[in-house]
Every structure is written in structure tokens, then in C-alpha cells.
Nanobody, 125 residues
Framework: VQLQASGGGSVQAGASLRLSCTASGRSFVTYVLGWFRQAPGKEREFVAAVNRGGDASEYEDSVRGRFTISRDRGKNVVYLQMNSLKPEDTAVYYC???????????????????WGQGTLVTVSS
């Protein structure tokens, strides 16, 4: 089972990036898919997550309104569209998957069983 994140890069403040995460090795249709990030010297924190049906999502307060999470269930892919990027968004971004039995959206790190390797996003002012 593997989660492969991509799409990171170095951009100026105000720019946009779209992260992608492709899951392989099994179907993730019954999993919540999420994004977390870890800035240097800080704990890994929740960014966004989407339920198994793709029709409900949760966001961390500082990214709500700027970031959008979506998933393509047929392709086992989750996206994070990041607009109006700020220097404080600089971090390594990780995708993750959590098994779920209903349409809940999970936001707690410990609920996510599978993790990708991370992709670096650097936003300069």
C-alpha cells in the first residue's frame, strides 16, 4: 500500500499550487483522505480532509476559504488546491488515509493509518 504525493514547489506569496496524492495497492473508496503539513520545528498538523463519498470536507481554520480538497474515487486520487498562498503555509505536506465505516470526516492524526512521503511547499514573501 502506497500513497504518493506530488505537486509541491517554491512559489511567491499569492500564488497557487495543486497537490496530488495517488493511492495504490488497494482501493481507498472506504477511506477518508486527508492532508497534513509539518513546518520546520513544529508538530504535524491537520490541513484538510474529505469523506469517502467526496461530498463533505473539513479544513483547518487558517486555510479555510483558500484551500480546497477533492477526490477522484475512480482513480484513488486526492487533490489539494491551494490558492492565495502565504509564507506561513511553508511546510512539508503529507497525504494520509483513514478507514471509515460511515460518511464522517476525520481530522485527528491518530485515525489515519496510511501516510505518503510528503511534498515540500515553500512560499516566499
Amino acid at each position: 500500500v502506497q500513497l504518493q504525493a506530488s505537486g509541491g514547489g517554491s512559489v511567491q506569496a499569492g500564488a497557487s499550487l495543486r497537490l496530488s496524492c495517488t493511492a495504490s495497492g488497494r482501493s481507498f473508496v472506504t477511506y477518508v483522505l486527508g492532508w497534513f503539513r509539518q513546518a520546520p520545528g513544529k508538530e504535524r498538523e491537520f490541513v484538510a480532509a474529505v469523506n469517502r463519498g467526496g461530498d463533505a470536507s473539513e479544513y483547518e481554520d487558517s486555510v479555510r476559504g483558500r484551500f480546497t480538497i477533492s477526490r477522484d474515487r475512480g482513480k484513488n486520487v486526492v487533490y489539494l488546491q491551494m490558492n492565495s498562498l502565504k509564507p506561513e503555509d511553508t511546510a512539508v505536506y503529507y497525504c494520509a488515509a483513514a478507514p471509515v465505516l460511515d460518511d464522517e470526516v476525520y481530522t485527528k492524526k491518530f485515525l489515519f493509518d496510511y501516510w505518503g512521503q510528503g511534498t515540500l511547499v515553500t512560499v516566499s514573501s
